[in-house]
């Protein structure tokens, strides 16, 4: 891993400074993409852009930025965005600083501000070696997520198509996924988000074997295949849809044929059971049929020692007696055969049949 300290003068990063919302952003020539296309976008209110001009014009330092270097010799920002588009943004002359723009001001005053040195590291390696960099230092001003940092590692041409997909607050993954998915897109959740689905949970790898292709036309069919999977599968839309992990539902059982009307019909029953205490694990449940994603109700304490005394301590499997603190409590009907997490159905077994009963 190569990382080298520069200072890098403002009129050297403003040079054929570019601005689109669409196109991205770009600085240095050419040679650097502050912000990539379709990436998160100027998050900066007006009083902290205004105090990094103010800082510039004190020469007073700012902190470090980091570039990384790509293979065709350009660089790409990773760290400093915001900054340095509020510099090049006052440079070009978009907004003014205490009534004063830059075109305002004196000669002295302007190359006073053009020469004012940015430090930047320089950071290159393979993927891998930057990748773990990146994960361990300590990145000044608004921490970038995981996903932010695997796409300043992978950058290419694979994952600029893909950010048209899935970077953009208004962006086709939004328009058609957002009851399903947490997070937003311009920090880059929905991405990460279809990439773990398509790859279970191999981003890195995917990433890295897709990053020259030149399109991400798979990623985008695999999320509209799974959505609309949800929707057919699921077609009684609740705000707990949101947030599950459908990919793994979508790549075990979208091969199988489900009768949605009977699906609904358990589903409004479950949403109804008071010992389903997490609600949305009910669309996970009801294709697993795995009782762990219903979180079912627990026994109180109060339920516990109850059943302790009824039993007199003793398991009712082993004919052992226990202490209180030695048993667990137990279901005598199980709640999937329409036992209730009540004083009554409950009893207390000895550790070790409990987990028996239990196959753990």
């Known amino acids: 891993?190569?990382?080298?300290?520069?200072?890098?003068?403002?009129?050297?990063?403003?040079?054929?400074?570019?601005?689109?919302?669409?196109?991205?952003?770009?600085?240095?020539?050419?040679?650097?993409?502050?912000?990539?296309?379709?990436?998160?976008?100027?998050?900066?209110?007006?009083?902290?852009?205004?105090?990094?001009?103010?800082?510039?014009?004190?020469?007073?330092?700012?902190?470090?930025?980091?570039?990384?270097?790509?293979?065709?010799?350009?660089?790409?920002?990773?760290?400093?965005?915001?900054?340095?588009?509020?510099?090049?943004?006052?440079?070009?002359?978009?907004?003014?600083?205490?009534?004063?723009?830059?075109?305002?001001?004196?000669?002295?005053?302007?190359?006073?501000?053009?020469?004012?040195?940015?430090?930047?590291?320089?950071?290159?390696?393979?993927?891998?070696?930057?990748?773990?960099?990146?994960?361990?230092?300590?990145?000044?001003?608004?921490?970038?997520?995981?996903?932010?940092?695997?796409?300043?590692?992978?950058?290419?041409?694979?994952?600029?198509?893909?950010?048209?997909?899935?970077?953009?607050?208004?962006?086709?993954?939004?328009?058609?996924?957002?009851?399903?998915?947490?997070?937003?897109?311009?920090?880059?959740?929905?991405?990460?988000?279809?990439?773990?689905?398509?790859?279970?949970?191999?981003?890195?790898?995917?990433?890295?074997d897709n990053q020259d292709k030149p399109n991400a036309n798979e990623l985008w069919l695999y999320f509209n295949s799974l959505i609309n999977w949800i929707k057919v599968v699921f077609p009684n839309y609740r705000k707990e849809m949101k947030g599950i992990n459908y990919g793994f539902l979508y790549n075990t059982f979208k091969d199988k044929q489900f009768d949605a009307k009977k699906l609904e019909a358990e589903i409004t029953t479950l949403m109804q059971d008071e010992d389903v205490t997490k609600k949305s694990g009910i669309y996970e449940y009801v294709l697993t049929r795995q009782e762990k994603y219903l979180s079912i109700r627990a026994f109180t304490d109060k339920q516990k020692r109850e059943a302790f005394e009824r039993q007199k301590g003793i398991c009712p499997k082993c004919k052992v007696k226990f202490e209180l603190n030695e048993m667990e409590a137990d279901h005598i009907t199980p709640w999937h055969s329409g036992g209730k997490t009540t004083a009554d159905n409950c009893q207390m077994l000895c550790k070790h049949d409990n987990r028996i009963k239990s196959g753990v």
């Open 1 to 208: 891993m190569k990382i080298e300290l520069r200072e890098i003068s403002i009129r050297e990063v403003s040079n054929g400074y570019f601005n689109d919302n669409e196109e991205g952003v770009v600085g240095f020539g050419g040679k650097l993409n502050i912000r990539p296309k379709y990436q998160r976008e100027f998050v900066y209110k007006d009083k902290q852009r205004d105090a990094v001009i103010e800082t510039v014009k004190k020469q007073f330092p700012l902190n470090v930025m980091y570039w990384v270097k790509n293979a065709d010799d350009t660089y790409e920002v990773l760290d400093g965005q915001q900054r340095t588009i509020s510099i090049c943004e006052y440079v070009s002359g978009s907004f003014s600083l205490n009534a004063m723009y830059f075109k305002n001001l004196t000669d002295v005053e302007q190359n006073q501000i053009l020469e004012y040195k940015l430090m930047v590291y320089f950071c290159e390696g393979n993927d891998k070696e930057k990748l773990d960099w990146f994960k361990t230092i300590n990145i000044a001003g608004e921490k970038l997520t995981t996903q932010e940092l695997r796409n300043a590692i992978y950058t290419g041409t694979w994952l600029t198509d893909a950010k048209k997909y899935f970077s953009k607050t208004s962006c086709p993954a939004y328009n058609i996924g957002n009851d399903y998915l947490t997070g937003t897109p311009i920090r880059q959740d929905y991405l990460e988000t279809a990439i773990s689905w398509l790859s279970n949970d191999n981003i890195e790898l995917y990433m890295a």
